[in-house]
Nanobody
Framework: QVQLVESGGGLVQAGGSLRLSCAATGRTFSGNAMGWFRQAPGKDREFVAAMTWTAGRTYYADSVKDRFTISRDNTKYTVYLQMNSLKPEDTAVYYC????????????????WGQGTQVTVSS
C-alpha cells in the first residue's frame, strides 16, 4: 500500500515563498510520475505540476509556470513544490498525487493521493 504524506503548507504574504513536500512510503516509483494539484474553495481541483520520476521531465500549469518548481529526491522518494512569488489566487489545498504514467497523473487520475496541505496567501 502506498501512502503520500504532504507537509509545508501555511500562511504567507503575497510575494512570499513556500516549499511543499510529499513523501511516498510503501513502494518505489521507478517509471512512474508524481504531481501536485490544488483546490480552492468553491472550485474544481486543478493541475499544478508533475514530474516523471526516472527522467525528471517536468510539466506546469500556465498559471504557475516561472513561479513554481517541482523537483524530487530519488533517495527519499520525495517530491517537492517550490512556490515563489505567491499570489492570493494561489490560496488552496494542495494535494500530492502519484501512481501511473505522466499522462494519467497529470490528468488527475493517479492511483494515490495525499491528504492535502493548506496554502493561504494574504494580500
Amino acid at each position: 500500500q502506498v501512502q503520500l504524506v504532504e507537509s509545508g503548507g501555511g500562511l504567507v504574504q503575497a510575494g512570499g515563498s513556500l516549499r511543499l513536500s510529499c513523501a511516498a512510503t510503501g513502494r518505489t516509483f521507478s517509471g512512474n510520475a508524481m504531481g501536485w494539484f490544488r483546490q480552492a474553495p468553491g472550485k474544481d481541483r486543478e493541475f499544478v505540476a508533475a514530474m516523471t520520476w526516472t527522467a525528471g521531465r517536468t510539466y506546469y500549469a500556465d498559471s504557475v509556470k516561472d513561479r513554481f518548481t517541482i523537483s524530487r529526491d530519488n533517495t527519499k522518494y520525495t517530491v517537492y513544490l517550490q512556490m515563489n512569488s505567491l499570489k492570493p489566487e494561489d490560496t488552496a489545498v494542495y494535494y500530492c498525487t502519484a501512481g501511473g504514467p505522466i499522462a494519467k497523473v497529470s490528468a488527475g487520475v493517479g492511483d494515490y493521493w495525499g491528504q492535502g496541505t493548506q496554502v493561504t496567501v494574504s494580500s
